[in-house]
């Protein structure tokens, strides 16, 4: 089972982290860099669509409230 392990995470060294490998070289940078720089990048999205998403909650919500239908006055 551990034997498994090791080959996998050997196998994905190996091929999955030659993509930022190869860029660091081909820009002339550290691949640590790189790979930080997707990590950042990662979130920094996810917390923009998060923030997108209650904005919008946030709009839908004060269109209701402004859009009600009220029959008499009586209705505040």
């Known amino acids: 089972m551990l034997q498994a392990v090791y080959s996998l995470r050997h196998y994905l060294e190996k ?3 030659y993509v930022s490998s190869r860029l660091a070289d081909r820009l ?3 691949a640590k860099s ?3 720089f ?3 990048v990662s979130f920094a ?3 923009v669509g998060f923030a997108i998403y209650l904005t919008l ?3 839908l919500k004060l269109k209701d409230l402004v859009n ?3 029959t008499s006055v009586f209705d505040l």
């Open 15 to 17: 091929r999955g982290f």
């Open 28 to 30: 002339g940078m550290r």
């Open 34 to 36: 790189v790979r930080l």
């Open 38 to 40: 997707f990590i950042y």
């Open 45 to 47: 999205t996810f917390g």
């Open 57 to 59: 909650a946030f709009l």
């Open 68 to 70: 009600t239908k009220r």
